[in-house]
């Protein structure tokens, strides 16, 4: 009978398959029982690997997940590197050196702006006096009659640059010109009709400086995308994830993939965290080597290049911002670099350097501008939070960028809202006929709107509150901007009172369900204060998650 068709219960056809041959030899026989033992010990290490990880991940605690939110330039990204700064400190330290490239493009940027500046003025002075009149912009209904006049007069639009006001009073058609549109108008008017005495020195520094021009193009070159984009790029409706409530959830979490950057940090000693974070990603890297000439070795090269031209600089550098005659033009301007994001030129002694290396403070006043999603893993090995991960989240927060938001919506646990007040007399960059504050009160009434969100805690940060008082020092009188301030003091204990119970008033009147307001005063360069505020953060965040977990 063929073996194939035995029906026996006793005929196993894989242990016939495995069966020693029946003329197998007693050493043949050995070495077949020590490879099976072998295997056997093999086999039952991985069952209890697997039998460990499962117990581990039962034991795991879920992870906390933090999307951090507010228009450009409100300070997201600062705070997670304080983030960094406080829990993944030893992370931190790999990573400092490589914020050099942005810190030295925020210097060169700076220079630039001054040459520029510096340039028009000069033009000016050696051409005659422009005839055409100046635009005085729409103010009260009385002065708007000139600007209507004006309308066709295109040959000053560059000069243009002015501020909206806030709020837009009722009833007015056109919006009217604020404090800082009169007092721009005023000194666009002063600079023109000013002489400046400009000397050979003011001509040899524009000269000596202008390498400084392929510098930043190096730069910017290196650092990819976010040191490129445009002002026009970056236009776009103030709340486009306001419309999005109600898509798919899996369309977004796909797209969500596509958008994030990870970056991991590990905390695994008690000395603090510990982890790489590679600026950018591989992706970056290999888009900056084929960029780059030769990739690393060139953009080695060419580092070492641009840092003996910065250092080269570094006199003249310190000689322009301390000129007389430039700061003069500055101030006509109205242009206070010291307020401006990424200022380095008070430093340019010690970072116009070949061996500069930068300290915490110079990479938390660093600027480069976050494009899509940034994503940072912390993972807590020790102490009550062993084992706890936390994923944070860092958004572009440029109009262009905000639709990429929504899909973060879905699952996280808090939302850091961060809404820079010193900006009440500022335009936004993506379109300067809205004011920053206006365009941070729309997000945040669109943010506590959110039905998605109505179960997510707010936390808010009203930030540059070290800006806002140097203002206000200056001179500058909120209610120009805030009629409805009106004689309140105007410092910065009572116009920060003011804005918080503008922002509590809006979650009140706008959250879907009632909700806690959590709001902290902060000035998130200040890195001692900034880490006491995320300590309290971070435990409330925690409690939060804890009673909501109990709940269910
Ligand atoms: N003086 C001062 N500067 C601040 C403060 N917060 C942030 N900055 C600076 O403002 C600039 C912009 O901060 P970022 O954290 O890059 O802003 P962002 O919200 O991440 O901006 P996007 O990436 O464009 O969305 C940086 O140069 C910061 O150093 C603050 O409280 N005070
Ligand atoms: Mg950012």
Redesign the pocket.
């Known amino acids: 009978m063929p073996r194939h068709s035995r029906t026996s219960l006793d005929y196993d056809p894989l242990t016939a398959a495995i069966a020693p041959p029946s003329d197998e030899t007693p050493e043949q026989r050995a070495k077949r029982e020590q490879d099976e033992a072998e295997a056997q010990r093999v086999s039952d290490l991985i069952d209890e690997q697997l039998k460990a990880e499962r117990a581990a991940l039962k034991k795991k605690k879920p992870p906390i997940k933090v999307l951090l939110l ?10 997670v ?1 304080n983030f960094q700064l406080a829990y993944a400190h030893n992370a931190w330290l790999e990573e400092r050196a490589s914020w050099r490239s942005v810190i030295l493009l ?1 210097l060169v940027r700076s220079v630039n702006t001054i040459l520029d500046i510096l340039g028009k003025e000069m033009h000016y002075v050696s051409s005659p006096p422009p005839s055409s009149n100046l635009r005085l912009p729409p103010t009260s209904p009385t002065s708007s009659q000139t600007s209507d006049e004006d309308d066709d007069d295109e040959e000053d639009e560059p000069e243009r640059n002015l501020p909206a006001p806030l709020p837009r009073r009722p009833g007015s058609a056109s919006p009217p010109a604020t404090q800082q549109d009169i007092a721009l108008y005023q000194m666009q008017m002063r600079t023109r009709n000013t002489r400046f005495l400009f000397t050979e020195k003011h001509r040899l520094l524009q000269m000596r400086l202008k390498p400084l021009r392929r510098v930043q193009r190096d730069l910017e070159q290196l650092l990819g995308a ?1 040191s490129f984009v445009e002002a026009d790029d970056l236009r776009g409706p103030a709340t486009p994830f306001a419309s999005m409530e109600g898509s798919s959830p899996s369309s977004t979490v796909s797209s969500r993939k596509r958008m994030s950057q990870s970056h991991e940090f590990v905390v695994r000693s008690r000395n603090g965290w510990k982890g790489a974070l590679r600026l950018g990603g591989d992706e970056d890297e290999r888009e900056r080597g084929e960029r780059g000439k030769g990739g690393k070795r060139g953009r080695d090269e060419r580092s070492e290049e641009t840092m003996g031209v910065i250092s080269g600089c570094g006199e003249d550098i310190r000689a322009l911002w301390a000129d007389p005659i430039v700061q003069e033009v500055l101030a006509k301007r109205g242009v206070k670099m010291e ?1 401006q ?2 200022f380095f030129l008070d430093e340019v002694d010690r970072i116009a350097t070949r061996d500069y290396e930068p300290s915490d403070d110079d990479v ?7 494009t899509g999603v940034q994503e940072y893993h912390f993972l807590f090995e020790k102490g009550s939070e062993a084992g706890r991960e936390w994923i944070m989240y ?5 109009r262009s ?1 905000r639709s990429a938001w929504y899909p973060y919506f879905m699952d996280v646990n808090a939302i850091i809202f ?1 809404a ?1 007040i ?1 900006v009440f007399d500022e335009p936004l960059a993506e379109d300067r006929k809205v004011n920053r504050l206006e365009d941070s009160f729309l997000l945040w009434k669109a943010v506590c709107s959110s039905r998605l969100l109505s179960k997510v805690q707010l936390i808010l940060f009203l ?5 806002l008082q140097r203002k206000l020092k200056r001179g500058s009188q909120l209610r120009q901007y805030i009629p409805t301030y009106g004689d309140r003091p105007n410092d910065l204990a009572n116009v920060a009172k003011y804005f918080r119970q503008q922002f509590r008033e809006m979650s009140r009147r706008y959250s879907p369900e009632q909700r806690s307001f959590y709001s902290f005063l ?5 890195v001692k204060s900034t880490a006491v505020t995320l300590g309290t953060v971070r435990e409330g965040i925690l409690r939060n998650h804890l009673a909501n977990a109990e709940l269910i």
């Open positions: 507010g228009q450009s330039e409100s300070g997201k990204s600062t705070t590197k925020n976010p307020d994001p990424g938390v006043k660093a600027r480069l501008r976050t860092d958004v572009g927060g440029a960028y961060l820079p010193s930030n540059k509150c070290d800006l902060t000035s998130v360069v200040d």
